[in-house]
């Protein structure tokens, strides 16, 4: 299976401009299998799932969670007690339910910097341009994820080949998603699924268990 773990839509993420009825519809047209809707404010229900989908790309949900680490993909939450932004507890909590927990764009803003910015996941840990076996020697909550995310088709080349390297060292699970909020680059990078989940209790086991790998599509991640 291929799928674009990483989305947002207008129903939850108000940066976003795509709108769910499209979803389905762009997702067939860049050739995914399916897609995770990943909204920064909640996860889609049942009956929104059921709405948006006709049947040709199978939909998933989790949610996107900024923690004082960074952002971290989420999928599989039964729901969203007190205290989930900080990583620790939220990766017990993943662990108790059974969830899957992924680093989202972890190295954006690693290399190359815009003015202003620096890359949330080693902030203040003075790993600026590091080397990425000092940034795993050195951050020890990386191996909270079940998974990293080494393809986010929002972010540098350069950004994503360090996550990549840290997943390599790590021994970690790669995945790959667009983090697209319009219809533009939906699918340009996704995850390779060893199998056919059909349920999110489906995809959250081949998550956990490493059956997944990250891939760059068409060129489209940006450089």
């Given at each position: 299976?291929?799928?674009?773990?990483?989305?947002?839509?207008?129903?939850?993420?108000?940066?976003?401009?795509?709108?769910?009825?499209?979803?389905?519809?762009?997702?067939?047209r860049a050739g995914l299998d399916a897609v995770c809707v990943t909204e920064?404010?909640?996860?889609?229900?049942?009956?929104?799932?059921?709405?948006?989908?006709?049947?040709?790309?199978?939909?998933?949900?989790?949610?996107?969670?900024?923690?004082?680490?960074?952002?971290?993909?989420?999928?599989?939450?039964?729901?969203?007690?007190?205290?989930?932004?900080?990583?620790?507890?939220?990766?017990?909590?993943?662990?108790?339910?059974?969830?899957?927990?992924?680093?989202?764009?972890?190295?954006?803003?690693?290399?190359?910097?815009?003015?202003?910015?620096?890359?949330?996941?080693?902030?203040?840990?003075?790993?600026?341009?590091?080397?990425?076996?000092?940034?795993?020697?050195?951050?020890?909550?990386?191996?909270?994820?079940?998974?990293?995310?080494?393809?986010?088709?929002?972010?540098?080349?350069?950004?994503?080949?360090?996550?990549?390297?840290?997943?390599?060292?790590?021994?970690?699970?790669?995945?790959?998603?667009?983090?697209?909020?319009?219809?533009?680059?939906?699918?340009?990078?996704?995850?390779?699924?060893?199998?056919?989940?059909?349920?999110?209790?489906?995809?959250?086991?081949?998550?956990?268990?490493?059956?997944?790998?990250?891939?760059?599509?068409?060129?489209?991640?940006?450089?």
């Open positions: 299976m291929l799928i674009d773990l990483h989305v947002h839509t207008t129903l939850g993420s108000a940066d976003s401009s795509l709108a769910p009825d499209a979803l389905v519809r762009e997702a067939a920064h404010s909640g996860m889609w229900s049942d009956a929104q799932l059921e709405e948006a989908g006709n049947g040709s790309v199978k939909l998933f949900r989790g949610r996107e969670i900024e923690t004082e680490m960074g952002h971290v993909l989420a999928i599989g939450m039964p729901g969203f007690p007190n205290g989930m932004h900080r990583l620790k507890q939220l990766a017990k909590y993943c662990d108790e339910t059974g969830a899957a927990l992924i680093a989202a764009h972890p190295f954006r803003h690693h290399v190359n910097p815009p003015a202003g910015q620096s890359c949330l996941l080693t902030r203040g840990a003075d790993l600026a341009l590091a080397d990425p076996a000092t940034i795993v020697n050195t951050l020890p909550n990386l191996s909270l994820f079940n998974a990293i995310e080494a393809f986010n088709g929002a972010t540098t080349s350069v950004d994503n080949d360090v996550a990549a390297q840290v997943a390599e060292i790590l021994g970690a699970p790669t995945t790959g998603g667009s983090d697209a909020h319009s219809f533009e680059g939906l699918g340009s990078c996704a995850t390779q699924i060893d199998g056919d989940p059909r349920t999110n209790r489906e995809l959250v086991d081949a998550i956990r268990s490493g059956e997944v790998v990250g891939v760059v599509r068409d060129g489209n991640s940006r450089s």
